[in-house]
């Protein structure tokens, strides 16, 4: 009896298993949508998220990342990021769904 095929990974990149706060721009609204990241690579993400996403549109969203400065270690770096979505998984009647995006451009946001 033949094995079961077990599903290649297609990932070009190593992930990181990191939980970072996400916020995806709403198109026409001044709301943003709020999750974290599960994973990570340089060039994509995949998090879970509460709203409605197409594969292969284009979104904007900002991505905090943890700076670990010495001083503060509530202090983030802003990172804002034009991403496509790649995929999208409906993971059950409460609306959520899972969301892979590859990151097409990114630019560092002052805070100040």
Not at 42 to 59: I, K, L, M, W
Not at 67 to 96: A, F, M, N
Request: aromatic share 8%.
């Amino acid at each position: 009896m033949p094995e079961k095929s077990v599903r290649q990974d297609r990932r070009k990149r190593t992930r990181a298993q990191v939980h970072w706060p996400l916020s995806f721009s709403l198109a026409g609204a001044t709301a943003t949508v709020q999750t974290l990241t599960y994973n990570l690579s340089s060039d994509g993400f995949y998090c879970v998220a509460n709203a409605t996403f197409v594969p292969g549109e284009t979104r904007e969203c900002m991505l905090a990342v943890p700076t670990h400065h010495p001083q503060s270690c509530t202090r983030v770096l802003s990172v804002l990021c034009k991403v496509r979505v790649i995929r999208v998984e409906v993971l059950g009647d409460g609306g959520s769904c899972g969301v892979g995006c590859r990151i097409m451009d990114y630019r560092f946001v002052d805070a100040a």
